[in-house]
């Protein structure tokens, strides 16, 4: 299953580009932690960002008081920004480097959030993994982001799978039950727009 290919790809993009030289860069993840919030939990949860790169979504859950992040990526140079930019604050965090479909986590998280990672998963095979560990390791919420079928079919020149709200739903429903979905337009660095679809869904209790 290993991809060398793929983790080769990020780890060129992290370290030949800038935050405003990729699409997916957000000043405030504002959707994000809206949906984070809604769930209503304490700040001693665990909470996992897959695919987190040098996202700020981390910074701002430090600043919210949230005490067990992990950040898991595929690309340990992208990690790196994101532990250079907290400073000492990074030892609060759990990082990870790992292609997700290969993470096997050691603990349970209440809250698992992925924007604009599991878009990338383009094969039943693929899928299959990542939704057999969010299933083994999820006991509270997940909120996935994706390319919505309005959005870009491809993405730092990788094929993507676009997703409706009832295709992502339907790729959960063995495990997770919908709370909601709203659709975003994400405006790139480069003043282009990108329509997310955001879901939320709650563990289903065997």
Known sequence: MKN???????????????PDQVSWTQ???RTSLDFIS?????KDVKIIDVGGGDSKLVDYLLDEGFEHVTVLDISEKALEKSRFRLGDKAEKVNWVVSDITEFEPDTTFDIWH???????LTT?????????????????FMTIGTFSENGPAKCS??????????TLTNELKNGFDKIRCVKEDHTTPFNTTQNFLFCSFKRQVN
Request: proline share 4%.
């Open 38 to 42: 809604s769930f209503g939990l304490k």
């Open 157 to 166: 020149g990788l094929d993507i799978k676009q997703y409706t709200e009832q």
């Open 124 to 140: 039943a095979e693929q899928v299959s993994r990542y939704m057999e560990t969010a299933r083994k390791s999820v006991n509270g």
């Open 114 to 120: 992925d924007r604009a990672t599991f878009h990338f």
């Open 27 to 29: 000043q405030i993840p």
């Open 4 to 18: 060398p290919n793929t983790k080769n790809h990020w780890e060129k993009v992290y370290e030949t580009k800038n």
